[in-house]
């Protein structure tokens, strides 16, 4: 088993719950994910061939109905498209998760804040790491998809339905996948690595770049138990104080009318509310 590809990609966007749906669906028995989440092969690590993808899931079995990987990175990738059709077909199952974009971006500015990668607040930020507001144009990306799948290979779903109620959420992925139902433990029905701040920044810094490093280096499962590891966490991070940031006025007002042609093109296209349900202008 092998020679076995995935026919399952989770794609993103990042905050969204993919860290959560990962953990959840690895632990199904029915179910095969990459070593650790974000191999970030079909954007950045193309170049080391599909060999060295398919070996990320040499450990495939008969029982193993969907194999898979959980990288947000390929939502807002132009590159990502075109390879997954020419490396695992038309067949393949594609899932995105949205989440409000304002809370989003915006969490995506605590993490590397956390990295100390943001600037004094979040709209110099922007300015800076132009993908916190790009990552959110949901419709562009989504459009990206569909010239190489079909509609019915997507399923779309919402954050607000994981935050409501994460069974109910886990039971429309399972049904989707064709697998049997997965009771969530109590664990699994808490918030995961809420936002916090590095307690000394040069070891956080050296972590992520170490990360990146071992993933392209057949280190997937050592920075899995590592990012999966409460004491690690304990040790690198502790969580914000005081001083949290917040989002002003004109910050979200700003978001709205950047983002507010991609939202109305996910509401024309896949026929979803989202206006209302993020109680947008």
Request: with cysteine; hydrophobic share 40%.
């Amino acid at each position: 088993m092998a020679d076995r590809l995935p026919n399952f990609l989770h794609l993103g966007p990042p905050k969204s719950g993919t860290t959560w749906l990962y953990q959840v669906l690895a632990g199904h028995p029915e179910v095969l994910l990459s070593p650790a989440k974000d191999l970030y092969f079909f954007n950045r690590c193309y170049d080391r061939g599909l060999d060295w993808y398919r070996a990320q899931f040499r450990s495939a079995a008969q029982e193993h109905r969907v194999i898979g990987e959980v990288c947000p990175r390929y939502l807002p990738s132009g590159q990502a498209p075109e390879r997954i059709r020419a490396c695992l077909g038309p067949e393949v199952r594609l899932m995105v998760t949205l989440r409000e974009p304002v809370s989003r971006a915006f969490s995506a500015y605590l993490d590397h804040r956390k990295h100390g990668q943001a600037a004094a607040t979040f709209r110099e930020t922007s300015r800076l790491l132009p993908q916190l507001i790009d990552d959110g144009r949901y419709a562009t990306h989504l459009r990206s998809y569909l010239q190489h799948f079909d509609r019915g290979s997507l399923h779309v779903a919402v954050f607000d339905d994981l935050q409501a109620d994460p069974q109910a959420f886990l039971d429309r992925v399972t049904e989707w996948l064709g697998i049997a139902r997965w009771r969530l433990t109590p664990e699994q029905l808490e918030a995961q690595l809420p936002a916090g701040e590095a307690r000394w920044l040069p070891l956080a810094r050296l972590v992520k770049h170490g990360a990146s490093w071992a993933r392209t280096h057949d280190g997937a499962d050592v920075v899995a138990r590592i990012k999966h590891s409460a004491l690690a966490q304990r040790v690198l991070y502790r969580p914000l104080g005081g001083e949290r940031p917040e989002l002003t006025a004109d910050d979200v007002a700003f978001m709205h009318e950047q983002l507010d042609a991609e939202i109305a093109g996910v509401e024309n296209d896949f026929g979803i509310s989202l206006r209302r349900r993020w109680n947008w202008p």
